[in-house]
């Protein structure tokens, strides 16, 4: 039988497969997704209603349908256990019990002995046990733990002599609503578990398995819901987180792998001596690691793949130069550049820029935003259709509209946390096949770098400019607001300039533009010698772009501003960098927002003004003042924030896992990369009956992505 091509393969499987939607969890190439939940005994048109309502649909689901924790209901020894601690103990019972009420409610008490302790246990309404608590019976009590009264409050008790069920298990706790109650989600799991727990497929494959020594699926899932004892949960648990990261890298490189294998992409040809005479002209001189990602940036344009390449560096690393030469190997090589930014004020700041450096080489540059008039627009889009603009800066709506390029060679987008592989389909049904350069100034760590961007390659500037001071950082509280328009004067003295920023108010636009309003007036009135700008997001693009020039050529010196101003801006006479209620805002966005002074040569500072009582923002705070090293603040706020929150939600791309955990297992999503990007990279992984299931699985994940392994 002919071995079908890649592409074939996933087509037929991208058309053949059946509708799902994105709540789906599991894998579908699995049968049991197909069995309906009326299959089990027991379970009716109703009940299989209300599982639905859980977003559970079929045995596969309830199945899979892990639980988000654990109680212990390990016996414990006295001695071990801490107070306030919720344990299981198991003693006998050493006096009858003696029950109190009140109003309308019962306490029932009953001293037991626990390893040669005595112990009080307490239960709450429920007098019913009262006849069951004879002297000399054992019993296994589970509560809160009261360790100087040696007290404990029962949650939960049993008897041995009854087969106590719970005793001595870590018992599964799933989400549950409606009529299901916990016990009955653990005996409805328990009963798929039973009937059809021996037909859940393998999908890793033997060797993975064995090199890691992890336990079969089917093994380890009836492990995740039957911790009977915690080996058999810890490798439960293992082989599951295991698989999990190693199906969500397995996508991420097999895009990758695709990708590099197909050479539909431009293959560059790039002039090193042009790029050194290029380098040569700068008012500086580069780093050696501006100079080390330019190489890494031009080796993946002359090859014939498509480039998908991020560039993170802190903020003022220079990336903006970086970009700016990897455009100019574009357009020598005959062919057009995009510049892809969040803002206006950001297109308009990098189109000035980029065109002092292009211009007199006689490169055209074209700005293209949403605040263009038609004619302007309709001007500008057919000069790119005819090749009349070698660069054009804009935002998002730059590839994603009626905009042609005669010859588009590299997009690169600043700012911008992730250049989908969404984006990267609009433009190629378009029939462009750019390279793609995409920068971030949110310096992630290394394993979280992996995991969002697992499907790129990563280029890393390390170092900053020569010469740079570190910004000088403050915490004060309101109160010393006087001190602090006393700096402003100073600066301004100097010829120095500052950045005022308004507090965020997360909902609501209009109360941020309101508060920038009122601050704007009171500094008008505190310093009437100086003048004073005023930015936000409700202005028109025409007072933005005036604003931002008078505040650019030194002709204000204080600029009140929202946070529109967040990302790249670049006034390098900026020396002061002030923050109101800096507690309300977070850690990676203090550090973009400290990142707008220390451009120059001068000695720059960042106050924050914060409430000395927000505790969490104090821990901000001290980050803060301790560094300014961006890829520590990330770690900082990795550690407080917790990974799930750390790139927002959505837009990051961020993956939410269900039993992984990045911080902790880290090494494990390490492995299961490597793992993956070397089994992708197989040939015999595209085509062996071996590597089925998963191939099923990509097929799946490239349906709910809209965008097939092609
Ligand atoms: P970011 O990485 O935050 O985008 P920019 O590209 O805006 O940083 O660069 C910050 C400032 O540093 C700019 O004013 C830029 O001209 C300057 N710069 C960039 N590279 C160098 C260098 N090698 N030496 C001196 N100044 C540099
Ligand atoms: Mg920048």
Not at 200 to 212: K, N
Request: proline share 4%.
């Amino acid at each position: 039988m002919p071995v079908p091509e890649r592409s074939e393969y996933s087509y037929s499987r991208f058309k053949s497969n059946r509708q799902s939607t994105s709540k789906e969890v599991g894998l579908m190439s699995n049968h049991l997704f197909q069995v309906p939940l009326t299959k089990l005994q027991g379970v009716g048109p109703q009940k299989a209603g209300e599982l639905h309502a859980l977003g559970i649909s079929t045995v596969g689901h309830l199945i899979e349908y892990y639980p988000f924790r654990y109680e212990d209901y390990r016996v414990r020894e006295l001695r071990d256990v801490k107070d306030g601690e919720r344990i299981t103990i198991q003693g006998t019972i050493a006096a009858p019990p003696a029950m109190q009420r009140y109003g309308g409610k019962t306490r029932l008490i009953c001293r037991v002995t626990v390893d040669q302790t005595l112990v009080t246990a307490v239960w709450f309404n429920r007098a019913f046990l009262k006849e069951q608590l004879v002297v000399g019976r054992e019993i296994t009590l589970t509560g809160k733990w009261d360790q100087r009264r040696k007290h404990l409050t029962v949650a939960d008790s049993e008897f041995p002599d009854r087969g106590a069920a719970k005793s001595g298990t870590l018992q599964p706790v799933y989400s549950v609503g409606g009529n299901i109650t916990q016990a009955a989600m653990r005996k409805l799991i328990a009963k798929a578990l039973s009937q059809f727990g021996a037909h859940i497929p393998e999908i890793l494959p033997p060797e993975l398995l064995e090199q890691h020594a992890l336990i079969a699926r089917a093994e380890a899932i009836s492990g995740i819901h039957n911790p009977d004892n915690t080996k058999n949960g810890q490798e439960a648990r293992r082989r599951m987180v295991y698989e999990e990261l190693f199906l969500f890298q397995l996508t991420l490189q097999a895009y990758r792998a695709t990708h590099m294998k197909k050479a539909d992409g431009l293959v560059h040809k790039v002039n090193n001596e042009e790029i050194r005479a290029f380098v040569g002209q700068l008012p500086f001189a580069l780093t050696d690691s501006q100079k080390q990602v330019i190489n890494e940036i031009l080796h993946d344009m002359k090859q014939p793949f498509v480039m998908n390449r991020l560039l993170q560096g802190d903020v003022g690393a220079g990336k903006t130069v970086v970009a700016a030469v990897a455009l100019y190997a574009t357009v020598r090589a005959g062919h057009q550049g995009a510049l892809m930014v969040p803002t206006e004020i950001l297109a308009e700041q990098h189109a000035r820029s980029l065109g002092k450096l292009f211009e007199p080489l006689g490169i055209q540059i074209g700005l293209l935003t949403g605040s263009l008039t038609d004619r302007k627009r309709r001007d500008l889009i057919a000069s790119l259709q005819m090749g009349l603009l070698d660069i054009v800066v804009g935002t998002h709506a730059l590839i994603q509209e009626d905009v042609f390029f005669r010859s588009l060679g590299l997009v690169v987008t600043d700012e911008q946390h992730r250049f989908g592989v969404n984006q990267r389909s609009i433009l190629r049904r378009k029939g462009m096949n750019p390279d793609v350069l995409s920068m971030t100034a949110t310096p992630i760590p290394r394993t979280l770098a992996i995991t969002v961007f697992g499907d790129m390659e990563v280029s890393t500037i390390r170092e900053r400019p020569k010469g740079r001071k570190s910004i000088k950082t403050y915490s004060v509280k309101h109160e010393m607001m006087d001190r602090v328009l006393g700096f402003i004067r100073k600066e301004a003295e100097l010829g120095r300039q500052t950045f005022f920023i308004c507090p965020l108010i997360e909902e609501s636009e209009k109360l941020d533009v309101q508060n920038a309003i009122d601050l704007h007036i009171q500094l008008s009135l505190a310093l009437p010698q100086l003048a004073i700008g005023l930015l936000h997001g409700r202005m028109s693009a025409a007072e933005k772009e005036e604003t931002m020039a008078a505040f650019a050529s030194g002709r204000t010196n204080v600029l009140v501003s929202t946070t529109v101003i967040e990302v790249g801006v670049d006034v390098p006479n900026a020396t002061l960098m002030i923050v109101m209620d800096a507690d309300r805002f977070g850690l990676s966005q203090l550090h973009q927002l400290r990142g707008r002074v220390g451009r120059g040569e001068h000695q720059s500072y960042c106050i924050l003004i914060a409430d000395p009582k927000s505790e969490n923002g104090q821990e901000r705070m001290r980050a803060m003042t301790e560094t300014d090293d961006g890829f520590e603040i990330s770690r900082r706020d990795l550690e407080i924030r917790g990974p799930g929150e750390f790139f927002g939600t959505k837009q990051s791309g961020m993956p939410e896992f269900r039993l992984a955990n990045l911080l902790n297992d880290f090494e494990v999503l390490e492995q299961a990369r490597d793992d993956a990007a070397a089994l992708t990279s197989k040939e015999a992984f595209w085509s062996s009956p071996t590597y089925a299931p998963l191939r099923d699985y990509l097929a799946r994940e490239a349906r709910l992505r809209e965008e097939p392994l092609d």
